[in-house]
């Protein structure tokens, strides 16, 4: 009998990349979905859909028995919110609630992999810093301290665990840095403030394999997830102006000018009842110096490789646009 794993968030851009990597170990994959969730990206895969209460443990014990579910890998969460209680509620209080579900059926749960975010521990204090799994957690924003707050609790509960903190994620299907590309592809290159910066990202499928990876190895604990190495602030721009064969205005927005921008995003948001994309706090986690991170204790513990540097990826993200005319 094939090892199962339920995949929560399976309908979003990192959910996609895991439902692959997982295939491709031969797992037998359970897709954890919204009712309004659109699946027509997963239509050819061999996966079984759920359908999950989160606010009920039983309930969801009972499909984890029902189902046969070895390992979990939770990516479910929300990336914006209101208030920072509702941020807790999906991206801490799911969580909890899920591992709970998993502590109760016994020995036959095998492991759970959270995926949670280095925006958890916050940016390193200045440029000269590197972000460790030691590090004292800071977090800039709600949503960093909600995913510090699932950490903690996860940590309380009698089950195999893994905390992947991944840096910024990007790749097919994704709409956040995909905005970065687009803006430079249409030959603009902005910045907010002038200051220099220290970036990481990742590629989605080395955090997807990673994932998977880490159901079978015999440890435990938290691991920072990049590709490795640290980005200048322009090194993004300049990398996908290289690949596109395009020139782009590079501009710097006043930071004043920025943050009032925000003040009013955040303020409209609260009239529309609606998340704003870019607010006060939000600019802390963009302006940071330093997101640099170490992934040496991945890298021994977990097997972790990074198949894809920065301009890789790139490369196969921006092909994928392409082909799919959103670029």
């Given at each position: 009998?094939?090892?199962?794993?339920?995949?929560?968030g399976?309908?979003?851009f990192?959910?996609?990349?895991?439902?692959?990597?997982?295939?491709?170990?031969?797992?037998?994959v359970?897709a954890?979905?919204?009712?309004?969730?659109?699946?027509?990206?997963?239509?050819?895969f061999?996966?079984?859909?759920?359908?999950?209460?989160?606010?009920?443990?039983?309930?969801?014990?009972?499909?984890?028995?029902?189902?046969?579910?070895h390992?979990?890998?939770?990516?479910?969460?929300?990336?914006?919110?209101?208030?920072?209680?509702?941020y807790n509620?999906?991206?801490?209080?799911?969580?909890?609630?899920l591992?709970?579900?998993?502590?109760?059926?016994?020995?036959s749960?095998?492991?759970?992999?959270?995926?949670?975010?280095?925006?958890?521990v916050?940016?390193?204090?200045?440029?000269?810093g590197?972000?460790?799994?030691?590090s004292?957690p800071r977090?800039?924003?709600?949503y960093?301290k909600?995913?510090?707050l699932?950490?903690?609790e996860?940590?309380k509960?009698?089950?195999p665990?893994?905390i992947l903190?991944?840096?910024?994620i990007?790749?097919?299907?994704?709409k956040?840095?995909?905005?970065?590309?687009?803006?430079?592809?249409?030959g603009?290159?902005?910045?907010?403030?002038k200051f220099?910066?220290?970036?990481s990202?990742?590629?989605?499928g080395?955090?997807?394999d990673?994932?998977?990876?880490?159901?079978?190895?015999?440890?435990?604990?938290v691991?920072?997830?990049?590709?490795?190495?640290?980005?200048?602030?322009?090194?993004?721009?300049?990398?996908?102006?290289?690949?596109?064969?395009?020139?782009?205005?590079?501009?710097?927005?006043?930071?004043?000018?920025?943050?009032?921008?925000?003040?009013?995003l955040?303020?409209t948001?609260?009239?529309?009842?609606?998340?704003a994309?870019?607010n006060?706090?939000?600019l802390?986690?963009?302006?940071?110096s330093?997101?640099?991170?170490?992934?040496?204790?991945?890298?021994?513990?977990?097997?972790f490789?990074?198949?894809?540097?920065?301009?890789?990826?790139?490369k196969?993200?921006i092909?994928w646009?392409?082909?799919?005319?959103?670029?």
């Amino acid at each position: 009998m094939s090892e199962s794993v339920l995949v929560t968030g399976a309908s979003g851009f990192l959910g996609y990349h895991i439902i692959l990597s997982a295939l491709e170990k031969k797992l037998l994959v359970y897709a954890a979905i919204r009712k309004n969730s659109n699946v027509d990206h997963l239509k050819n895969f061999p996966v079984k859909y759920l359908f999950l209460d989160y606010n009920n443990v039983d309930e969801l014990s009972k499909v984890l028995v029902e189902n046969k579910i070895h390992f979990i890998i939770h990516v479910a969460g929300v990336t914006k919110a209101l208030r920072q209680h509702h941020y807790n509620d999906i991206n801490a209080v799911n969580s909890v609630n899920l591992a709970k579900a998993a502590e109760k059926i016994g020995t036959s749960f095998r492991k759970m992999v959270f995926i949670s975010s280095l925006a958890a521990v916050g940016p390193a204090m200045d440029l000269a810093g590197v972000i460790t799994e030691q590090s004292n957690p800071r977090p800039v924003t709600a949503y960093g301290k909600s995913k510090l707050l699932a950490e903690i609790e996860l940590s309380k509960i009698n089950i195999p665990l893994i905390i992947l903190r991944p840096t910024a994620i990007y790749g097919p299907r994704d709409k956040d840095i995909f905005i970065m590309l687009k803006t430079v592809s249409r030959g603009f290159d902005p910045y907010m403030g002038k200051f220099l910066q220290q970036l990481s990202f990742v590629y989605a499928g080395d955090v997807s394999d990673v994932a998977v990876q880490a159901l079978f190895v015999d440890k435990e604990g938290v691991y920072n997830i990049s590709d490795g190495n640290s980005y200048k602030r322009y090194e993004f721009a300049d990398i996908t102006k290289k690949i596109l064969n395009k020139k782009a205005v590079r501009f710097h927005i006043p930071m004043p000018l920025v943050k009032l921008l925000a003040y009013f995003l955040e303020t409209t948001s609260r009239w529309l009842n609606k998340p704003a994309v870019i607010n006060r706090e939000k600019l802390y986690e963009l302006t940071a110096s330093n997101w640099f991170c170490d992934i040496s204790k991945a890298r021994k513990d977990l097997n972790f490789n990074p198949k894809f540097s920065l301009t890789e990826g790139l490369k196969d993200s921006i092909a994928w646009y392409q082909k799919n005319k959103l670029l």
